[in-house]
């Protein structure tokens, strides 16, 4: 349990990847400050941490507002004086033919996924930098950074800012031992797993879709205090997915 006492920040923690990575990094001894804009699902994740024997605190708040984002970070500060990890989870997709694709929605979807990082990194980053053991930063990013399925532009070109936006950050943030790396799933199953198809899981070269777990586990090996060699990197978590060559048979 190598994040006893330490205070880890998630973003689009109510719901799906967010929750499990907000209930694996409270079994593992951490504070967990959990951010989303969906109130009840959030408050109710807190108390089933709590009650399990964590420590959680909820934030009801917009990831693409600089006024909530600071007052995110402000209250983590109050509560435990420290920041270890932030791992920025929050995304949204608008999936609609690009010439029915409105600019509002294309400003959303970018707010969402893309400026919250940019937010959340700037406002956390002198806290982070105080850690003795270095802070730790993970991005959420996609293989649809690598691969497209058609109308998911805006999607898209986050999650391709976010590959680049994440090897910047390291660059930048290496001076204060800041480590900045991030994953990019493929699919991973939030619903109900056991409804999936043989062929669903059997596409895969893993032999199966990828689970929430997967990428909870990953994200405790990119923040791990011992992980101090590792950086700007993206880690493809895709059960092999875009390595295999497919061809028309």
Do not use: C
């Amino acid at each position: 349990m190598n994040h006893v006492n330490h205070t880890v920040i998630i973003t689009g923690a109510a719901n799906g990847i967010g929750a499990t990575l907000a209930k694996t990094y409270a079994k593992e001894g951490a504070t967990v400050i959990l951010a989303d804009i969906d109130q009840m699902t959030g408050d109710d994740l807190a108390s089933e941490i709590e009650a399990d024997g964590g420590t959680a605190y909820f934030y009801h708040l917009d990831v693409q507002d600089e006024q909530d984002v600071d007052l995110l970070i402000d209250k983590a500060i109050e509560h435990t004086g420290r920041i270890d990890v932030v791992i920025n989870n929050a995304g949204i997709i608008v999936r609609k033919p690009l010439l029915e694709l409105s600019l509002d929605e294309w400003d959303r979807v970018q707010h969402t996924n893309l400026r919250s990082i940019f937010l959340t990194t700037k406002a956390a980053a002198p806290y982070l930098k105080k850690n003795s053991a270095g802070g730790r930063i993970v991005n959420l990013a996609s293989t649809r950074a690598f691969m497209s399925e058609p109308d998911t532009e805006s999607y898209a070109a986050t999650k391709g800012g976010i590959v680049a936006l994440t090897h910047a950050l390291a660059v930048s943030l290496g001076p204060d031992r800041i480590f900045v790396n991030a994953i990019a799933p493929g699919w991973i199953e939030t619903g109900n797993y056991h409804e999936l198809s043989p062929e669903d899981h059997s596409q895969h070269p893993a032999g199966r879709v990828g689970k929430p777990e997967d990428v909870a586990r990953a994200a405790l090996f990119l923040t791990d205090p011992e992980n101090d060699f590792l950086t700007g990197e993206t880690l493809v978590l895709d059960g092999g997915m875009t390595r295999k060559m497919i061809y028309e048979e």
